[in-house]
């Protein structure tokens, strides 16, 4: 059975390298703005509100840059390069402090899911969501949520049975990755030397790919922001090769998200025929697979060593047969990408069954031996309900019936696997 670890009962949290890097609810309680997810130029102003003079400003950002992405820091006082009239100044006006996490489950095949409680904004109540870390032999892979919800409504994700809520800030998308790097002990201890750093080998997090919950198009702005500080070098400093932002199809945000953000880009095809697709991923009807894959056709920098990735839920007896196969092939004639091809993973009340494991090979081996690279993922999580399409936050739990059904699918079904 896979370990879950109710974080909201303190006797259950696991020991922490160091304090400063323990959840902080109560802090991000209080209505104090947060620096976490400020560009620079924002850092500079909320500076100078604390009574930074003006040729320090810079200077200062720098340190609390450099605290909060590079040591982990989620406490002014551990702070300790700058003044302590500075950090108490900074602790009455801002905070820095993580989100609550309410869950943490572990699977059996290693893969992480934590629910997240972020505070209310302006007038509304705190949400949830959930981030997923699936460790790999070399790799480490994050996928991050943009919203809270989802108004794509997919008819084989989880997540998009759950009615939008609201976008996540920047400082929300960001704070996923930090509360990862905490849980998984990535950031310098506060007693290593100052201007220790985590090494780009044998990290943890290596790449993070935004295919949580909610479109993150949908989301440009914030999304954008929390991605350009993931990868800045001063801080986080997340190639923007092992950024991956993935998107159902939203036209106009492609183009942007290659000039501004310039990640790798996923692309949820799911369908060969915009009938098909237009069932599958409702959004195909404002923007249909020609507009789809000419604004593919276009991406900035787009080579073969910077190729799209098509995302392909294979779905029994609806989408997976070789005249499938061989339409998709037509279709992406002259992008360079790969093509992943996703064993469907269950939820109650879903109105799908996986293809068989003998179709999906087929299917696969037709797309490899027509010169574009299909790897079929291992479903991961699935025990935890952290698989890809799974994600449904807390804010509408599920049912004690409808967990112990599902666990007694995925026991039924494990031989398959």
């Given at each position: 059975?896979?370990?879950?670890?109710?974080?909201?009962?303190?006797?259950?949290?696991?020991?922490?390298?160091t304090s400063a890097q323990a959840p902080a609810s109560a802090q991000a309680l209080?209505?104090?703005?947060?620096?976490?997810?400020?560009?620079?130029?924002?850092?500079?102003?909320?500076?100078?509100?604390?009574?930074?003079?003006?040729?320090?400003?810079?200077?200062?950002?720098?340190?609390?840059?450099?605290?909060?992405?590079?040591?982990?820091?989620?406490?002014?006082?551990?702070?300790?390069?700058?003044?302590?009239?500075?950090?108490e100044k900074l602790d009455a006006l801002y905070t820095v402090a993580r989100p609550?996490?309410?869950?943490?489950?572990?699977?059996?095949?290693?893969?992480?899911?934590w629910l997240m409680r972020f505070p209310p904004r302006g007038a509304g109540r705190?949400?949830?969501?959930?981030?997923?870390?699936?460790?790999?032999?070399?790799?480490?892979?994050?996928?991050?949520?943009?919203?809270?919800?989802?108004?794509?409504?997919?008819?084989?994700?989880?997540?998009?049975?759950?009615?939008?809520?609201?976008?996540?800030?920047?400082?929300?998308?960001?704070?996923?990755?930090?509360?990862?790097?905490?849980?998984?002990?990535?950031?310098?201890?506060?007693?290593?030397?100052?201007?220790?750093?985590?090494?780009?080998?044998?990290?943890?997090?290596?790449?993070?790919?935004?295919?949580?919950?909610?479109?993150?198009?949908?989301?440009?702005?914030?999304?954008?922001?929390?991605?350009?500080?993931?990868?800045?070098?001063?801080?986080?400093?997340?190639?923007?090769?092992?950024?991956?932002?993935?998107?159902?199809?939203?036209?106009?945000?492609?183009?942007?998200?290659?000039?501004?953000?310039?990640?790798?880009?996923?692309?949820?095809?799911?369908?060969?025929?915009?009938?098909?697709?237009?069932?599958?991923?409702?959004?195909?009807?404002?923007?249909?697979?020609?507009?789809?894959?000419?604004?593919?056709?276009?991406?900035?920098?787009?080579?073969?060593?910077?190729?799209?990735?098509?995302?392909?839920?294979?779905?029994?007896?609806?989408?997976?047969?070789?005249?499938?196969?061989?339409?998709?092939?037509?279709?992406?004639?002259?992008?360079?990408?790969?093509?992943?091809?996703?064993?469907?993973?269950?939820?109650?009340?879903?109105?799908?069954?996986?293809?068989?494991?003998?179709?999906?090979?087929?299917?696969?081996?037709?797309?490899?031996?027509?010169?574009?690279?299909?790897?079929?993922?291992?479903?991961?999580?699935?025990?935890?309900?952290?698989?890809?399409?799974?994600?449904?936050?807390?804010?509408?739990?599920?049912?004690?019936?409808?967990?112990?059904?599902?666990?007694?699918?995925?026991?039924?079904?494990?031989?398959?696997?």
């Amino acid at each position: 059975m896979p370990a879950t670890i109710d974080l909201t009962d303190p006797s259950a949290r696991p020991a922490r390298p160091t304090s400063a890097q323990a959840p902080a609810s109560a802090q991000a309680l209080d209505g104090k703005p947060t620096l976490i997810g400020m560009t620079r130029e924002d850092m500079i102003a909320a500076m100078a509100e604390a009574g930074v003079p003006e040729r320090q400003l810079k200077m200062r950002v720098n340190q609390l840059w450099h605290w909060l992405y590079v040591r982990g820091s989620s406490d002014f006082a551990d702070m300790h390069t700058i003044s302590r009239e500075l950090r108490e100044k900074l602790d009455a006006l801002y905070t820095v402090a993580r989100p609550e996490i309410v869950e943490e489950q572990i699977s059996n095949d290693g893969t992480r899911k934590w629910l997240m409680r972020f505070p209310p904004r302006g007038a509304g109540r705190p949400v949830e969501v959930e981030t997923v870390y699936i460790p790999e032999e070399g790799r480490g892979t994050l996928c991050i949520s943009s919203q809270v919800g989802c108004t794509l409504t997919c008819t084989f994700c989880h997540t998009g049975t759950q009615k939008l809520v609201r976008n996540l800030t920047a400082e929300e998308i960001l704070s996923q990755l930090l509360v990862a790097r905490d849980r998984l002990g990535e950031f310098p201890h506060k007693d290593t030397p100052q201007g220790a750093i985590v090494p780009a080998e044998g990290r943890k997090v290596t790449n993070i790919v935004m295919m949580g919950m909610g479109e993150p198009l949908y989301n440009f702005e914030h999304v954008k922001q929390a991605l350009l500080i993931a990868s800045d070098g001063d801080g986080l400093a997340l190639s923007r090769r092992r950024i991956t932002l993935s998107t159902s199809g939203v036209v106009p945000g492609i183009v942007r998200t290659g000039e501004e953000i310039g990640v790798m880009l996923a692309i949820s095809l799911h369908a060969v025929r915009d009938e098909l697709r237009d069932e599958l991923v409702p959004i195909n009807k404002k923007y249909p697979l020609k507009e789809l894959l000419d604004a593919c056709r276009n991406y900035p920098g787009l080579s073969n060593a910077r190729r799209i990735t098509f995302e392909y839920v294979m779905l029994k007896g609806v989408n997976d047969s070789l005249a499938d196969a061989k339409e998709l092939v037509r279709l992406l004639k002259g992008i360079p990408a790969k093509i992943n091809l996703i064993p469907f993973n269950p939820w109650p009340g879903s109105a799908y069954e996986c293809s068989d494991w003998e179709t999906i090979e087929t299917f696969a081996d037709f797309v490899n031996a027509n010169g574009y690279a299909s790897p079929i993922r291992t479903p991961r999580g699935r025990d935890i309900l952290a698989a890809c399409g799974q994600l449904k936050s807390e804010s509408e739990r599920m049912r004690k019936t409808e967990r112990l059904a599902l666990e007694a699918m995925m026991i039924a079904g494990h031989g398959a696997d």
